[in-house]
C-alpha cells in the first residue's frame, strides 16, 4: 500500500513563503505524475500544481509565478514552493498521486494571516 506523507505547512505572514514537502512510501518513479491540491473552508478541492515523471509541470492560474513544484527521487519527496503568499491561499494542501488507485496524502494546513 501506497502513502504519502505531507509536511511544512504553518501560519504565515502575507507575503512570505512556506515549503511543503510530500514523502512517498516508495520510490516516485512508479507514479507517471504527482500533484498538490488545496481545498479552503466549504469549497471543492482544487489542482494546484502537477509534476509529471519527466518533469513537466503545470500550475493553477491562481499561482502561477508564485508556488513552484518539484521531486527529488533519490528522497522519494516531491516538494511545493510557495512564495509571495496570500490570505487566499489559506487552504489545506493535500498531496496526490495515482497508483492503481487515486493516494491522498493527510493533508497540511496552510494559513496565510497577518
Known amino acids: 500500500q501506497v502513502q504519502l506523507v505531507e509536511s511544512g505547512g504553518g501560519l504565515v505572514q502575507p507575503g512570505g513563503s512556506l515549503r511543503l514537502s510530500c514523502a512517498a512510501s516508495?520510490?516516485?518513479?512508479?507514479?507517471?505524475?504527482m500533484s498538490w491540491y488545496r481545498q479552503a473552508p466549504g469549497e471543492q478541492r482544487v489542482l494546484v500544481a502537477r509534476?509529471?515523471?519527466?518533469?513537466?509541470?503545470n500550475y493553477a492560474a491562481s499561482v502561477k509565478g508564485r508556488f513552484a513544484i518539484s521531486r527529488d527521487n533519490a528522497k522519494n519527496t516531491v516538494y511545493l514552493q510557495m512564495n509571495s503568499l496570500k490570505p487566499e491561499d489559506t487552504a489545506v494542501y493535500y498531496c496526490?498521486?495515482?497508483?492503481?488507485?487515486?493516494?491522498w496524502g493527510q493533508g497540511t494546513q496552510v494559513t496565510v494571516s497577518s
Open positions: 496526490y498521486a495515482r497508483y492503481a488507485t487515486d493516494v
Open positions: 516508495r520510490s516516485i518513479f512508479s507514479f507517471d505524475a
Open positions: 509534476i509529471t515523471l519527466g518533469g513537466n509541470t
